[in-house]
């Protein structure tokens, strides 16, 4: 699936510029946003950027703003696979999980948890902090014989891991089809047969309920499908949330809060956070 990058210099903007940006373009199909140093970056799946969309809704945003100096790039699909053989070494969270490639040769026997993961083109290896934190955040939780939903499954890293730890039943969807076939091989790879895949949104949660969710997505996706996690919740369930930054974890309990989620705990790792609810 290809991408473009839509990159914004926002020295000399206000502070919150980025939320009011993010904000516009999440109404556009932009899917993820990223903001370091004030470079802001944005990306949307090729075939669904429209130039004129996108020029009307920088021009409003200038009204808020002022002067908005932006470029537009096609960027290279990555192939995770090759890029972590090449460059990573195995995961260990909390000394009880290692995420490790086939192709790893190491003693697993200290780990509780041993999950074998092959990339290929999807998000989801545990070297992203987010996905750390939510493993981190998984071990705190029981997940034996319980119901559980992986919300935009990348790998299936962590379906397959609360799989592992237990869960009865997992339910993994990705709107990427590119995702799902690797959340399929990597089932395989860990030996793993309760586990479901399905390509869409978190729509998909509708009319369904599970013990445990675990969404790793973005802030955005997050708050404005917030409904759907807390309709899809059993009563005591917990829901696992992370993909955006400790400053916008305000907004995010916020949200959960009007959807009758309760705040449980946080933690963090070089501003990236991950959240735990309750219902």
Not at 124 to 136: A, F, I
Not at 241 to 266: C, R, T, W
């Amino acid at each position: 699936m290809d991408y473009l990058e839509l990159t914004i210099d926002l020295h000399g903007k206000q502070a919150f510029a980025d939320d009011i940006i993010t904000a516009q373009l999440a109404e556009i199909d932009f899917e993820s946003f990223t903001c370091e140093d004030r470079i802001y970056k944005a990306y949307i799946q090729s075939e669904l950027y429209n130039k004129e969309l996108v020029e009307y809704t920088l021009q409003a945003i200038e009204k808020h703003l002022g002067t908005i100096e932006y470029t537009v790039n096609a960027i290279e699909t990555i192939n995770w696979n090759a890029q972590w053989e090449s460059q990573f070494e195995p995961v260990d969270v909390d000394s009880q999980i290692i995420i490790r490639a086939p192709f790893h040769t190491i003693d697993t026997s200290k780990y509780k948890y041993d999950i074998i993961i092959e990339p290929k083109m999807s998000f989801g290896t545990g070297h992203h902090e987010t996905t750390y934190l939510v493993l981190q955040h998984l071990l705190s939780i029981d997940c034996k014989a319980k119901r559980v939903a992986d919300c935009g499954c990348g790998t299936g890293v962590l379906g397959i891991t609360a799989s592992i730890m237990g869960a009865a039943y997992v339910y993994a969807f990705d709107y990427d089809p590119i995702c799902i076939e690797n959340t399929i091989e990597n089932c395989a790879k860990n030996s793993i047969s309760n586990i479901e895949t399905e390509i869409g949104v978190v729509s998909l949660l509708n009319n369904t309920q599970f013990d445990i969710l675990l969404a790793n997505i973005n802030r955005n996706i997050l708050v404005q499908n917030m409904h759907f996690f807390s309709q899809a919740l059993n009563n005591g369930g917990y829901l696992i949330l992370s993909g955006f930054y400790e400053k916008d974890m305000p907004i995010v309990e916020k949200h959960a809060l009007q959807n009758n989620l309760k705040f449980v705990s946080f933690n963090a790792k070089n501003n990236w956070v991950s959240m735990i609810f309750c219902k």
